[in-house]
T-cell receptor
Framework: GAVVSQHPSRVICKSGTSVKIECRSLDFQATTMFWYRQFPKKSLMLMATSNEGSKATYEQGVEKDKFLINHASLTLSTLTVTSAHPEDSSFYIC?????????????FGPGTRLTVL | GENVEQHPSTLSVQEGDSAVIKCTYSDSASNYFPWYKQELGKRPQLIIDIRSNVGEKKDQRIAVTLNKTAKHFSLHITETQPEDSAVYFCAASVDYGGSQGNLIFGKGTKLSVKP
């Protein structure tokens, strides 16, 4: 159990276009999902926390108008990179929290490699 | 807010030897400490976690120890194998009184196990 999928796994786009990445919890309900960005050989940088039915909470320095997050259901969160630029090229990983209260297990998706030309 | 420091950043061991990765945290309210393993180009996978009500937890060749007083926790891998080679991340989260805060990750340790 506790499988998280992410789609697409890899995307190449032109500068100025928008890209949508989907994150799904396949066998559990996730009230909270997280979006991370990871640069080569670097740690996971939390971008935002996505709560079902409410606005996402963005970390300091992350532009909410550029990285649009929608958590439409208990199993789906999307991240849209708007007006992408080459510096947005990165590995984007989502995770989903299973359980509430004192349970804080997070399960990660396989990641999406975004390349902006 | 919480800050997690992880050392070393790289670690190279001979197959069969033990490997130890250490993390310190700043917020004494943190009570959940997971460890993730990330192989190249793949997702981080939870390998073991510990909560603040215990001092040690073991799962086959992997163990985690927690010292709440000193605010540090460590990952121990015994009898290392080449397939243990990966980047390992520690993390900590704070209990805000009924709901958990977000995981704060260390910067990672690249473990290389030489055959």
């Amino acid at each position: 159990g506790a499988v998280v999928s992410q789609h697409p796994s890899r995307v190449i786009c032109k500068s100025g276009t928008s890209v949508k990445i989907e994150c799904r919890s396949l066998d559990f309900q996730a009230t909270t999902m997280f979006w991370y960005r990871q640069f080569p050989k670097k740690s996971l940088m939390l971008m935002a926390t996505s709560n079902e039915g409410s606005k996402a909470t963005y970390e300091q320095g992350v532009e909410k108008d550029k990285f649009l997050i929608n958590h439409a259901s208990l199993t789906l969160s999307t991240l849209t990179v708007t007006s992408a630029h080459p510096e947005d090229s990165s590995f984007y990983i989502c995770s989903a929290r299973r359980g509430q209260g004192l349970s804080n297990e997070q399960f990660f998706g396989p990641g999406t490699r975004l390349t902006v030309l | 807010g919480e800050n997690v420091e992880q050392h070393p950043s790289t670690l190279s061991v001979q197959e069969g030897d033990s490997a130890v990765i250490k993390c310190t945290y700043s917020d004494s309210a943190s009570n959940y400490f997971p460890w993730y393993k990330q192989e190249l180009g793949k997702r981080p996978q939870l390998i073991i976690d510990i909560r603040s009500n215990v001092g040690e937890k073991k799962d086959q060749r992997i163990a985690v120890t927690l010292n709440k007083t000193a605010k540090h926790f460590s990952l121990h891998i015994t009898e290392t194998q080449p397939e243990d080679s990966a980047v390992y991340f520690c993390a900590a989260s704070v209990d805000y009184g009924g709901s958990q805060g977000n995981l704060i990750f260390g910067k990672g340790t690249k473990l290389s196990v030489k055959p």
